[in-house]
């Protein structure tokens, strides 16, 4: 028993020089322990996202933190997620106004496979419909969107943001084949009732 203790406290004394916490030395034991499952191919493990890990420190911080905020579920029925079906082709709609950028990806039926918007990314106020938020967010839907194994994509673009150009050629960036462009903008084709004139 006295040998145990002893190499317990030595353990933490190396944590203490090394820098770690107990809980992280905790999580490396726990991840050398876990063996392959007998059966279980390694494709079936979850591999990282490859967008997501280029983005910049302070994205990633922001987008942990509000995994971290999300409220759990209430007491009762549980929604059971399906698994998500393997989707070769898909359409992106950008929707790009003033004031903020939405990039959605969805499959061909129209059945949302992954979305984010500048608000998500972290940004506030006027950084919201800039060019590089709008790059940022098509990475992050990107990457979600790659788990599922999209690859070509036909682009509809709507509003006159500045965010609309840099998100279609960050698609592009990301590894997804653009086979299609189309700008769906609403144009007014006579639009409203003109006021009376002025009688003086």
Not at 92 to 116: E, H, L, P, Q, R
Request: aromatic share 4%.
């Amino acid at each position: 028993m006295s040998e145990d203790k002893k190499d317990i406290k030595q353990e933490e004394k190396e944590e203490k020089k090394v820098g770690k916490k107990p809980a992280d030395v905790k999580a490396e034991k726990k991840n050398k322990e876990i063996e392959p499952v007998e059966g279980r191919e390694e494709t079936e493990l979850p591999e990282k996202i490859d967008g997501l890990e280029e983005l910049p420190d302070d994205v990633k911080k922001k987008l942990e933190k509000r995994k971290s905020e999300k409220k759990p579920l209430q007491k009762g029925k549980k929604k059971k997620k399906k698994a998500p079906a393997m989707v070769s082709v898909g359409k992106v709609y950008v929707k790009a106004t003033y004031n903020n950028t939405i990039v959605t990806i969805a499959d061909a039926k129209g059945n949302v496979i992954s979305w984010a918007s500048a608000g998500i990314a972290g940004f506030k106020g006027p950084k919201k419909s800039t060019p590089y938020a709008a790059q940022i967010i098509t990475r992050i839907a990107v990457g979600k969107a790659k788990e599922v194994g999209l690859k070509d994509v036909s682009v509809f673009v709507k509003g006159v943001g500045t965010g609309r150009e840099s998100a279609v050629r960050a698609l592009n960036a990301n590894g997804l084949n653009v086979t299609y462009i189309k700008d769906v903008t609403p144009v007014p084709h006579n639009g409203c009732r003109k006021r009376k004139p002025r009688r003086v």
